[in-house]
């Protein structure tokens, strides 16, 4: 039997196929690049960003109301591809009753290196049960080292419950809530009811 160089499989492929074989491998490594540089730049974009209530208007002076200020952070976090982290730096921030609500779209932080301090008003606690609460998120972070002060003992003395009972405006026991998930705290946030 003769040797015939057209029956050899390399020859046939190098023929008339090896055109398409050769057209079929740069397309799929071209998509291949194309997959890999779509899953980075969508990683990237699905990173934690920092959401510092200073950029939306907050004051560390004690005094100021940052009430919105910590909910429009909370909503850019919130709304943010994979989670934010909403920072209040250094200083001491007043902030009357809030409610931060979810369901995010990815983990969220809470991070004071500064102070929260609730509002001395007691006007904005009347009918209202709570000082933060947290609802509809999974995986809550509490972290930093500041505090969360609650002034709890300057609102004692406005409630009178003792003296009328059944007829009092009983204020709310100033606390920071949470409700529905899970939550940790990290890296020395301190928590104040008094």
């Given amino acids: 039997m003769k040797h015939n160089p057209n029956n050899n499989v390399h020859t046939r492929i190098r023929g008339k196929n090896y055109h398409w074989l050769k057209m079929g491998l740069s397309f799929f490594i071209q998509s291949a690049c194309l997959v890999s540089f779509l899953v980075s730049v969508t990683l990237v974009h699905a990173q934690k960003r920092v959401f510092d209530v200073a950029n939306y208007g907050a004051r560390g002076d004690g005094r100021t109301d940052s009430s919105k200020a910590f909910i429009d952070a909370w909503n850019g976090a919130c709304q943010n591809i994979g989670g934010g982290t909403v920072l209040f730096p250094k200083g001491t921030f ?13 983990s969220m932080e809470l991070r004071f290196q500064g102070n929260l301090l ?10 209202i049960d709570h000082w933060i609460t947290v609802q509809r998120v999974n995986g809550l972070m509490i972290s930093g080292g500041g505090t969360l002060d609650g002034l709890g003992a300057d609102g004692w003395g406005f409630n009178d419950c003792l003296k009328n009972p059944g007829r009092c ?3 709310p ?8 998930g899970s939550f940790c705290i990290f890296g020395g946030a301190r928590l104040l009811l008094h």
């Fill in 173 to 180: 026991a100033v606390s920071a809530s949470y409700t529905a």
């Fill in 169 to 171: 405006k009983q204020l």
């Fill in 94 to 106: 007043m902030v009357a009753p809030v409610v931060l609500l979810g369901p995010c779209k990815g």
């Fill in 118 to 127: 609730a509002s001395k008003k007691p006007s904005d606690f009347l009918g």
